[in-house]
């Protein structure tokens, strides 16, 4: 296998797992959050902060890469590491969910996506197998099958037709894999639909990949819908690979997901959450900019050990806020990201010391009582 | 003395000095150069980068911190040093030229300035009183006297007067300073009249200040004409005191001026610059856009020892300049002040060494082949 997961620990009381991925790249510790680096680079962050804020695996994404630099001149400067100058692991989607929600007049048919470049219009054809070779060129260290994201709403039928022509990618996809280095996972698609979801699901464990992802939530549809879906795949999901729930997502998600025992996540939600002043801290969600922080000079979170929170008060980033300083992104994101990994710690700990179905609970109690997060 | 100021060596064949000057915060080595943090945030860097990169002295901008957030909220935060988290020494300008450039309707009476805020249109009167009371409020380690700069051009009665109105306010900042912990320093004007800039000079001299600057400079008048003042002037200033030239400059325009006797410097150059894509180099200037750089693998200066130069090609530096990502901001802002505290230390180790009128004339020289720094 391109990839060993070793899960160390299953909580009793949830299906909570501990796990442990070890890639070319080092080892990782597992339900781990991915920061969302689209660009190559981690929004407002050098890779060398990223480090000491305890990140171990980042994700990069395939669409914005191959259209800006590309992926050749990205291979020619030794791969996607050694251009963005990070050593850790990187996963990459496949670019299908961007050229669905970005590109241009984008069309889907059984030979691939085309669409036009967001940037300046061009007309690109990403296949299944262009989709490999890019994720190859970059030297990824997971690679994800190109998908068919299932829009919502859609009708059974809509999405029965989505889900299997995604099986039908994920099997290309694994055929043009020429690196078996490099780690390949499937997405099961299928929409709100459960048995379409079992459905994705068993095709493509018979197919046989590296981790299994939940693709095209988070797209529209109700919290419910999401949570749901998830409780009822996940369990299906074969318990010795990797599950990785896509593109979600807040703390309460996570820690929902978790229980159902999903074991990677990414989000942009706190980068892009930072760059417009929503906080994240211990006793709720922060919006900087608000009146009240105008003269308030204790720190983001007291018991938050990031270098913002250690040397900075709301009163200083508000008015960096407000003054639309540069330093306000970088502040706001290096807490953010701090409190992720500081929650993934704790979820991590909280599986090992036999507490996470308390921790589960008493976490999203607590975060109902400070209001959640409420991002419409 | 608020500021006990050192000559360690003179050039013998230059007016450069090596300097030392002792604040309440901390020796400073002179000549130095003193990044701008305008909005209390040199833009782009945390202040703990700040200190890797060398940097001793920033200075802040009195106009905008008055008006957002207020110095009120600034010194109940304990001053400028702990609001943003510098604990080296801050100079602060008096407001005057930001008043001047940047404050809507500003008019000018011999009680001070008035002028409408450029965030809010409020109403606002600035006088040289209230400037030493708001710098006071910040916490200022050196304090500049309000002045009226003297725009370009101007006649030469229009020059006498804007100077005298100027001396008459340094007076008025010497009685009005209550902190004498706080060094105040006085600015000559007088536009690009020379007999003028040495009545100014006298005038404070005799009134007697902790440092002298030279303002007004810098203000559209050909570099030509700069040149001739500073040369004229700055061997005129006492040489026990420190000599600071007000918002200068490129890397020549600091070179000639140290050669003058000049010990101090700000300027916006490497901060803006660094934002807008222009990196100094020791090969000359580079704009990272240039689609030559497209595939330069290499570092930006060779010779640099910065984080950016260390980990990082100019490909990777371009993609994230044209991609917009703030990354790029940071890591050139890095390079750019990194490369002016190289500078800075050379300049010093020259003169330490008696080597810095062949330093002077090889750099000069260089600059000019590679084309200097053409700001137009």
Request: charge should be neutral.
């Amino acid at each position: 296998m391109a990839l060993s997961f070793t899960v160390i620990k299953t909580d009793a009381s949830t299906g909570a797992r501990l796990g442990r991925m070890a890639t070319a790249r080092g080892e990782v510790a597992t339900p781990v959050f991915m920061p969302v680096g689209t660009q190559g680079t981690v929004k407002a962050l050098t890779p060398a902060v990223l480090g000491e804020l305890g990140v171990r695996v980042i994700l990069a994404n395939t669409y914005h890469l191959y259209l800006r630099p590309g992926h050749r001149l990205i291979e020619k400067a030794g791969g996607l590491h050694d251009f963005m100058n990070w050593p850790g692991p990187i996963l990459t989607d496949s670019g299908g969910y961007q050229v669905f929600s970005l590109g241009g007049l984008s069309k889907v048919t059984e030979e691939g996506w085309t669409f036009r470049s967001h940037i300046d219009g061009s007309r690109h054809l990403l296949t299944p197998e262009g989709a490999v070779e890019i994720q190859e060129a970059l030297d990824s260290d997971i690679m994800m099958c190109l998908d068919e994201c299932t829009p919502y709403p859609a009708t059974f039928e809509e999405a029965r037709r989505s889900m299997a022509r995604t099986l039908r990618w994920a099997r290309r996809s694994l055929e043009a894999r020429r690196d078996r280095e490099k780690a390949l996972f499937g997405i099961v698609q299928g929409g709100v639909h459960p048995s379409l979801r079992r459905e994705s699901l068993e095709g493509l464990v018979e197919t046989g990949f590296d981790g299994y992802a939940l693709g095209g939530l988070s797209v529209g549809e109700p919290k419910e819908e999401m949570r749901g879906i998830v409780a009822e795949t996940a369990p299906l999901m074969p318990p010795e690979r990797p599950r990785y729930l896509m593109g979600v997502g807040t703390p309460e998600d996570i820690v929902e997901a978790v229980a159902c025992g999903i074991d990677m996540f990414d989000c942009v939600l706190p980068t892009r959450g930072a760059r417009n002043g929503l906080l994240f801290t211990n006793g709720g969600k922060l919006v900087i900019k608000h009146a009240r922080f105008r003269e308030d000079l204790g720190p983001v979170d007291a018991l938050c050990d990031c270098y913002t929170c250690r040397n900075f008060s709301r009163a200083y980033l508000r008015h960096l806020f407000m003054s639309r300083e540069i330093l306000a992104m970088i502040l706001n994101t290096i807490h953010n990201i701090r409190y992720y990994m500081n929650l993934m710690e704790r979820i991590r700990a909280a599986i090992e010391t036999g507490r996470f179905g308390v921790f589960k609970d008493s976490f999203l109690k607590r975060e109902q009582e400070t209001g959640g997060t409420n991002l419409d």
